[in-house]
């Protein structure tokens, strides 16, 4: 089962400069939270409680300040700083120490995702005992996305990285699940055109071996990769339409560890006082 996740919180932001020149883009809002509270939110939602935020040399304080390595809600908060953008599958290698012979969640820490059954379909697939899961949503437009063909069994039949031609609506979301061997097959990838190892060769390994499966975000669920100005917008309006019109808090972790009896209402009353008065305390008020 799996019980450690990194979320990968480092890349230049350049999708969304000049506003990633000053602040990291996971640290900027997404509606009324920190845009990684939504990737953290979806680990402790698959149960995973020992996570590893990778994030830019330099930046470690800010992220600290948000999510200190202690009192963490029943979760334990761990860092690692990355030199400079190397690519997804760099996260193993620099993970390696933190991962040790266990398998692994792997999140973007820019990725949205949210849905009625995403909570059981995460539970179900963190049961991966060998090879890897890969969390295929249906779009639109599949030249902007890494996507997977696939046979009418669902058996994955390849990986393509933005196809020209509409070869497959399914597109590679930002989650994946890992057996240990992703930090040796990582190790021996060989960084791209654009000098930077990635996923989906890492994906190629594991579909050659036959040891690739897909889940699907079904279309009760979706998907937002949140890096660039349009989808970061649309997803902090999709925040503001459900919170506002059902009353509840998408990604609210306090919520979260409290309903899965990780803390106790004192802990809420501790968040409360460090947030401050606002509508996020307000919120937390109504949980106790």
Sequence with gaps: MIKKGIILAGGLGTRMSPITKAVNKQLLPLYDKPLIYYPLSILMLAGIRNILIIVNKGQLNQFRKILPETNNLGIKVSYKEQQRPKGLPDAFILGEKFIGNDNIALILGDNFFYGQSLTENLKRNTYLKKGATIFLHQVKNSSLYGVAVLNKKNKILRIVEKPKK???????????????????????????????????????IYNKKKLLKASFIGRGGTWLDAGNIQDYYNASNYVSAIENRQGLKIACIEEIALKKGWIKKSQIIESIKNYGNCDYSSYLKSLI
């Excluded at 979301?173 to 990635?198: M, V």
């Design 166 to 204: 509409n070869i497959s609506n399914l597109a590679i979301t930002g989650l994946y699940f890992f057996d240990n061997n992703a930090i040796k097959y990582s190790k021996n990838l060989k960084p791209s055109k654009r000098n930077e190892l990635e996923i989906t060769d890492l994906l190629k």
